[in-house]
C-alpha cells in the first residue's frame, strides 16, 4: 500500500500537496474534474520523483457516483485528502439561490459523501489517515464570505466528529485551516503581503501535520493566534465590525 | 505593485504578468510594450526590471528525463534547487551552477550563468541542448547552437531582451557523492594568490574569498578553496530548511570596522597554509543559500554587487589599483569573490573571459557610485567588463568598452523587432 488519493486535485494546494507527498515516497491517485487537465502535472512528478502517478476522473457534486469511484480503486489508498473549496460569489449567492447552494454543496456536502464512504473502509481496516482542508472563514461567519465559511464551518465540524468516531479505529482526522494562500482562487483578491503564504509552505505543514498525527493545523502557524483573538471578539461587538 | 531583484535597489512600481497559456503569453507579448521576463529576482540590479514584468518561475514542471544521456526537460520556471533536490540522490548534478542554486533555468539561460569550474567547465550555456522561446512576434522558436546559431548567442547571456525562454534541455552531470573533498589554501597578499590559484588550476573547482579591507602588505590576501566530489556513494540529499533573516538591519549595521571585524575573525579562523576539510554540496557551491533574505544585512535601502573581470594580461596591476582603491574608500564588503576564469565562448554578451574577476558587495550610500564610477574606470582601461546580472550603475560608454560584440546584438535585437518589446530598465541605460 503506497498510494494516497487527492481530491479536488487541480486547487493550487493540492498540486503542491502532490509534489511534497510525491517526494516523500508516496504514490498518487489524483482525482477531480476534466482530469486530463493534470497530465502535466502528472508527468512532471514522475519525473520528479520517479513515483506513480495515476489520474481519476472525480466530479464532487455527483454524489451516486463516489461509491462506483471508491470501488474501482484496485489498490485501496493509505489516506486521503480533500482540497475541494468553491469561494463562489458571496453577493450573488445572497440572493441567487444556485450559487448559494453550489458553495455549500461543494464545500461541504459533496465532501461528507465521499468522506463517509472512505471512512467506513479506514474504520473497517483499522488504518489510514483522512486530511480535510477546511478553512479559517469557517471559525467564525462574517460578511464578506460567510456562505463559504458556514460551509467550511460545517466541515470542520463534520472532521472535528469523523475523528471522534474513527479515534477507536486508530485512523488519522486532521483539519486543515488555511488563512491567505496565493492561489488562482485568491489571485483578484488584495491580500495582505506578510500574511499570505505559497502553496508549497502549505504543502509542508499539511505534510508535517499529517505525519505528527496532528488533528487540527492553522497554516501559516499565526492564524492560530489570530483566529483565537478574532473568535474572542463579542458579538455586539463584531456585529458591527468590518474585517 | 513594487517590483525589486536581490540587491533591493531600485524599486519600482509595476505590473507583474502572469500567463497560464502559451496564447495568453503571446497575447501579453503582443498588447504591451517594454516587456521583460522576471525569474526568482535573484539578478541584483535592474536587469529584470521594468514597468511590465512576466512572471516565469510559475511555469515549473519538468517535463522528461533522458537517463542514458543524463538529459533533462524542463520549464524555464524550474528552481536549480529543484533539480538537486531530485537528482542528486540519483546521483547527478549541475554542469555548471553558480553560487545560489535560487535561479530558474530560464535566469541561469538569460544571465549565461557560470561557476566555480569556469575555468574547466565553462559557462551555463555550455550544458544546454536546446531550449524553445517565444520571440517579439509571439512565435515560439526552437532554439540550438546548430539550427538557429544567432539566436542561441544572442539568448544565453542576452538578460532575457530575445524573448521569453518557455523550456529547455540541459546536460546534468553524473556524481557519485554529496561530499566534496576542500583544500584551503591561505595566503598572505596578492601575489600569493595569484599563485596558488595557478599552481591549483587543474582542480575543476575554485574559488577565494578575498579581504578588500586588508591594507599594505596584506593587499589581496585570501582564503583559495579548491576541491572536487568524492566518491563514497553518499548521495542522500537533502534540502536544508533556511535559516531566515527576518528584518532589514538597521542601516549602520554594517560599517567599516564590523566588517574589518567579520573580515578578521573569518581570515583567522582559517589554519596557516594549506588544510584540508570534506564538505557537503550545500556548504561548498551555495554557502549564502542557508540563510533566508541574506539581502537583508544591507538595511533597506538594499545594496549592489560590483563584479568585473580583467585580462590575464591585466589582472594583477589592475586588482592592485581597485583593491587600493576600495580599501581607501573605506567602503567594502566582507563578501568579496576572486576566481580565475576560463576561456570566452561566443556567446555575444557572455561576462567571463580568460582572467581574473572580483565581485563585492557594498551597501546603497552616499558616494557609493562615484567610487563605482571610479572603479568601472578602472576596469575600463585595463581592458576589462562588468557583469550586467550584478550591476545596477554601469554607463553606456563603460559597458560598451567591455563587449567587443554589442553593436552584433543590437542590430540583431532591431531586426527581429525585439528592441520593441523586451526592455529593461538596464537595457535602457547601456542602451542595447
Known sequence: ?243 | MTCTAWGMYPKIECEKLHFSTKEALRKIIHNKQELIPYGNGRSYGDSALNHNIIEVKPHNYFLGFDEDKGLLHVEAGVLLSEILEHFVPRGWFLKVTPGTKLITVGGAIASDVHGKNHHIAGCFSECIADFNIMSAEGKIIFCSREQTPDLFKATCGGMGLTGVILDARIYLKKINSKYIDQTTIKTKNLKETFAAFESYKDKPYSVAWIDCLAKGDERGRCLLMVGDFRDDGKLDYKIKKQKSIPFNFPGFALNNWTVRAFNWLYYGKARKGVSHQKVDIDTFFYPLDAIDHWNQIYGKKGFTQYQFILPRETSYEGLEEILTTISKSGKGSFLAVLKLYGKANENWLSFPMEGYSLALDFKMEKGLFSLLDKLDEIVVRNHGRIYLTKDVNVSKETFEKGYPHIETFRQYRKKNKMDEKFQSLQSKRVGI
Open chain 1, 1 to 243: 500500500m503506497s498510494y494516497v488519493l487527492i481530491v479536488g486535485a487541480k486547487s493550487d494546494i493540492a498540486k503542491a500537496t502532490a509534489r511534497e507527498y510525491a517526494k516523500n515516497g508516496y504514490d498518487l491517485y489524483l482525482a477531480g474534474r476534466n482530469i486530463s487537465e493534470l497530465e502535466n502535472l502528472a508527468n512532471d512528478i514522475r519525473v520528479r520523483t520517479q513515483k506513480e502517478v495515476e489520474l481519476l476522473e472525480l466530479d464532487i457534486l455527483e454524489y451516486e457516483s463516489h461509491h462506483s469511484f471508491y470501488e474501482q480503486l484496485e489498490e485501496k489508498p493509505l489516506g486521503v485528502i480533500s482540497a475541494v473549496g468553491y469561494l463562489g460569489d458571496q453577493e450573488k449567492a445572497q440572493s441567487d439561490f444556485s450559487e448559494a447552494r453550489k458553495i455549500m454543496d461543494t464545500n461541504y456536502t459533496g465532501v461528507v459523501s465521499l468522506f463517509n464512504i472512505i471512512a467506513d473502509d479506514f474504520a473497517k481496516r483499522g488504518s489510514g489517515f483522512i486530511v480535510g482542508i477546511s478553512s479559517v472563514a469557517g471559525d467564525r461567519g462574517r460578511k464578506s464570505n460567510y456562505l463559504y465559511g458556514s460551509a467550511k464551518a460545517g466541515l470542520t465540524a463534520y472532521l472535528s466528529g469523523l475523528r471522534n468516531r474513527l479515534y477507536d479505529a486508530r485512523v488519522q482526522v486532521l483539519t486543515v485551516k488555511p488563512g491567505f494562500v496565493a492561489t488562482r482562487m485568491t489571485e483578484n483578491m488584495d491580500l495582505p503581503e506578510k500574511l499570505t503564504a505559497q502553496p508549497e509552505a502549505v504543502a509542508e505543514d499539511i505534510y508535517s501535520a499529517q505525519q505528527k498525527g496532528k488533528n487540527v493545523v492553522y497554516t501559516k502557524w499565526f492564524w492560530k493566534y489570530i483566529m483565537m483573538i478574532i473568535k474572542i471578539i463579542p458579538e455586539w461587538k463584531f456585529k458591527r465590525m468590518s474585517i
